[in-house]
Each structure stands twice: as structure tokens, then as C-alpha cells.
């Protein structure tokens, strides 16, 4: 298996990866001494990573991906296509796993061309605020399955979020939301990122073909600007607005986190979502870098954990376990950070 291993170390997936997330609990390398088990666990590499077997089995041949088709990220500005090609993959094939054994109905297009306004309306029919498990459920609702992805393969650049749309058995192609959760669990956050992925769905970006903007800010990209706006309208309505200058000329820019928690809690109120995401919109609109402050209020407003429980939880309830098999069941554990799949 070493050979194997160093093959596929350049295409960022290392021994640890592999091990942990795509061959199954019980394998060891040894076991590859046979050629009956080396062949099994070429078969696990090439479906969880889409390669084929011809390719693992020759030792000459040149590891290739095929292309994953209607991609859209949100990422880092100087992230380029090779080095996001493993967290692609595996949102890739994690999509596939999860519509296969999903309970609910998928319509194609229900999210296409809908307002942001209007999907606020419907949301705040049946809740109080916009939360991230609101946003989450309505995905569920309109037939888009929203995934979290708990680790990136080693090597791997930073993904918030993608929307893709994935072909299944039945030759019928389904949006699907990743959102990534490794070490970020503030659900304000990730209630973000699902609106962003939200707003590529319905403004109708997946029809077009792969697009990564790899060399593009989000300013110069219409596409995320266009995403941005619909989950403020999403999220907030309209944007938050904060005093800039008070009548006694304390600035809003200055505020202390206390202040900035009191401040939260009351324009949370006013526009019908949590006082988390109202501290990351102040982060967001004032100049200099006051994320520090806006970190220390989510974490006075205790609203700093639990995006995980809220995203995983909501797909555990949509995934039937007796459509996937025992192996592909355990590697989607694994991707969710369990131990076992719950029954």
C-alpha cells in the first residue's frame, strides 16, 4: 500500500486521511499482501475519491479526478483549483452518499428564482428569528440537502462553503449545500455561509459550468455579491444599521464587547434574528479590525458553539441508514465526526 499512498499524497490526501476517512475500521496494510484485499481497498479510494480502477491498479499511470460538474465556493482569494480538488472531492462524494439515503423528496429546482424576501417570510411564519436551524430546515424543506464537513483532507485549501449539483443513479441532478465546520462552530456563522449557498441556488449560479474564482476578490466576482446580498436580505432583512456617532460623539467603532453584546440583543429584536449574527454584521460593515470584539460579544451572548449538533443532526434525521451499506455508512460517520451512525 505504500506505493498507493505516495501516488496519492500529491493530490492532497495522505495516509492518515485515508485510513481515517475512507478505507473501512478494519483494515490494516498488511492486508494488502493479497491481491484479492488490495483490490478491495483500491475500490474503497476510487469510489469515496472518484478515481478509477484501472488507474490505482497500474503503478504507471498518472492519478487524474474527473471533473466535478457545477461547482460553486466560497473561499480564500488565492486558493487555487488543484489544491481545493480534495475538499471538492470529498463534498462530491458526500453528496452522492447523502441523496441516495435521504428520506425526504428533492425537488430539482424548488429553490430556483425564489426571493430572499419571500423565504424570509416563509421561515418567520413558522419561528420567531432566523437561525441557522431554520435555515437548515428550510433547505431540508425545499429538497436541498446541507451537509457539514467536519475536516479537510491534508493539504487541502480552506472552503467555507460550496453548492453543487450532483448527479445520482437515476441520471436526475440535485443542489446540495457543504458547509464547512472544522474548528468554526458559532452557528451566526454557518447560518451565513448556508444563506450565501442559498442565494447561488436560487439566483439560478449552479446552471452554469464549473466556476471558481480563483483569482477574483468577492468584490470583483457579481456572482458573490449577488449571493451576499440575498442572505442579508435572507438573514436580516435589510442591513443592520449602527449609530456611527452618538449625540455625546462615542462612535460606534469604538464600542466595547459589553456594549456591543447589550447593542446585539436589542437590533436582534428589531430585525428578527439572533444577537450572534447582528455582532458579525458589525464586524463586517465597520472599518479596522473589530473581530476581536465582535468574538468576545458572541461569547457573552453564549451563542459561541453548537453549529455542528444543529447542521449534523438535522441530516441524521433525513438519512435512512438502511439505504447505505455497512462500509459507506461508517465513512459517512466518520465524515460527521461519529463514532457510529445513530439507528
Not at 229 to 234: D, E, H, R, S
Request: neutral net charge.
Amino acid at each position: 500500500m505504500k506505493d498507493l499512498y505516495q501516488r496519492l499524497k500529491p493530490l492532497g490526501f495522505s495516509r492518515k486521511d485515508l485510513l481515517a476517512r475512507v478505507l473501512p475500521d478494519w483494515w490494516e496494510d498488511k492486508m494488502a499482501e493479497h491481491a484479492v484485499n488490495r483490490r478491495m481497498a483500491e475500490m474503497y479510494i476510487g469510489q469515496a475519491l472518484g478515481l478509477t480502477l484501472a488507474q490505482l491498479a497500474d503503478p504507471k499511470a498518472t492519478l487524474t479526478f474527473d471533473d466535478v460538474t457545477q461547482a460553486l465556493f466560497k473561499r480564500w482569494k488565492d486558493s487555487d483549483l488543484e489544491r481545493l480538488r480534495p475538499a471538492v472531492l470529498l463534498a462530491s462524494d458526500l453528496s452522492r452518499l447523502v441523496l441516495a439515503a435521504t428520506q425526504t423528496q428533492r425537488p430539482t429546482a424548488a429553490l430556483a428564482k425564489r426571493d430572499a424576501a419571500a423565504l424570509r417570510d416563509s421561515l418567520l411564519a413558522e419561528r420567531p428569528v432566523v437561525d441557522l436551524a431554520g435555515l437548515v430546515d428550510l433547505c431540508w424543506a425545499h429538497g436541498i440537502p446541507v451537509i457539514p464537513m467536519t475536516y479537510l483532507p491534508e493539504g487541502s485549501k480552506k472552503v467555507d462553503g460550496m453548492a453543487l449539483s450532483v448527479a445520482i443513479h437515476d441520471g436526475t441532478t440535485h443542489p446540495v449545500i457543504i458547509v464547512n465546520v472544522s474548528g468554526r462552530d458559532v452557528p451566526a456563522r454557518v447560518a451565513w455561509f448556508v444563506a450565501h449557498e442559498m442565494g447561488h441556488i436560487a439566483l439560478g449560479h449552479l446552471g452554469e459550468s464549473l466556476c471558481i474564482d480563483v483569482d477574483m476578490t468577492v468584490a470583483d466576482d457579481p456572482r458573490e455579491q449577488e449571493a451576499n446580498a440575498f442572505a442579508t436580505a435572507l438573514i436580516y432583512g435589510r442591513t443592520p444599521q449602527f449609530l456611527r456617532r452618538s449625540r455625546r460623539g462615542a462612535s460606534s467603532a469604538s464600542w466595547k464587547a459589553e456594549q456591543l453584546e447589550r447593542r446585539a440583543r436589542s437590533l436582534a429584536r428589531e430585525y428578527k434574528t439572533t444577537p450572534a449574527a447582528i455582532a458579525l454584521s458589525y464586524a463586517h460593515q465597520h472599518a479596522g479590525n473589530r473581530w476581536p470584539v465582535a468574538r468576545k460579544a458572541i461569547n457573552l451572548l453564549q451563542e459561541h458553539e453548537g453549529a455542528l449538533a444543529i447542521v449534523r443532526d438535522a441530516l441524521v434525521r433525513h438519512v435512512d441508514p438502511d439505504e447505505i451499506s455497512p462500509e459507506r455508512l461508517g465513512f459517512l460517520a466518520h465524515a460527521l465526526d461519529l463514532d457510529v451512525f445513530p439507528d
